[in-house]
């Protein structure tokens, strides 16, 4: 069935689709159908389509940012009051998937019948830095965690290099942050801004969050991972454990999963060896468990 068919810009960034607690299919992402000449404007929308097809929130869905920007990468979640939680990435000016100047993060929260409850936005602005990759956590009572990227503005120090870190919030059911400070996940100089490194987060159904990120503090790309407890406590050590100490080669792609009762966390990813005039390529894994060892050896399987 179609969605939508309004007008896009020619770079469109991902949408995001859950299936929530009553079968209902939330979608949002992103269209210009209000653009006009020489406005970057690209708005965020969100669709409710129930499991009989019928469009919940309208045929056309619902605008859910307020401000005239490029809006995209959207994503939502469902929190455990049965409400929805959506964030995006935004600029004063049209951005991509590696160039990402002035970029702030959004987050927002509709009802069930598709009203925002919050006056305002959560935002993440900040002159000296850019915000991106927004990541939603569903946590206990009505509240989320949202986790991030940021990297400092060096458009203005030629030759400057800026590098990705990782930080994380909880936010209560009004949009009020929960924790006194964000959660510092990764702070070294080993993520390059301009790249596709880019982590991923769930929850560990406990009320808090895995986090499994990628960097590359040498020429390889190495894989880490970080368990933070529903107040924001580190459980690993900080800037996480690798999970491979095999050198040489590349740890990237990777998948994971988490048996919150036994609380092991399983980790693969595609180990890559580039030699002079060939590439090779396997899969590899490792069990992490509750005090961060490498179960299944320190190179892995």
Known sequence: MLIS????????SDYSMISDS???????????????PGNPESDVFAYKINSYGNFQWGANGIK????????????VIETSANNYVIAWTAAPDFYNDTSYAETRIYVTKL?????????????????????MFP????SND????????QSENVDDMPGAISFRYIYAQKYNSDGNPLWTTPTVIYDLDGIPSDGYLVHDAKSDGNGGIISVFRSALTWDITTSVQ?????????FQHNGVLVSLEESADQDYPYFDYKSESKELYVFWEKV????????AAIFGNLINNNGERVWGDNGK
């Open 5 to 12: 068919d309004n007008q896009t810009k020619t770079w469109i």
């Open 22 to 36: 009553k079968n209902n299919s939330i979608i949002v992402f992103q269209d210009s159908r209000y653009t006009g």
């Open 64 to 75: 859910v940012n307020k401000d005239t920007m490029f809006c995209g990468n959207p994503i």
């Open 111 to 131: 009802d069930n019948n598709g009203n925002l409850l919050w006056d305002k936005d959560i935002i993440l602005q900040d002159d000296d830095w850019n915000f």
């Open 135 to 138: 990541i939603l956590i569903p």
């Open 142 to 149: 009505d509240t989320f965690i949202l986790v991030w990227m």
């Open 227 to 235: 368990i933070l407890n529903k107040d924001g406590i580190e459980q």
């Open 273 to 280: 060896l580039q030699e002079t005039n060939h590439r090779y």
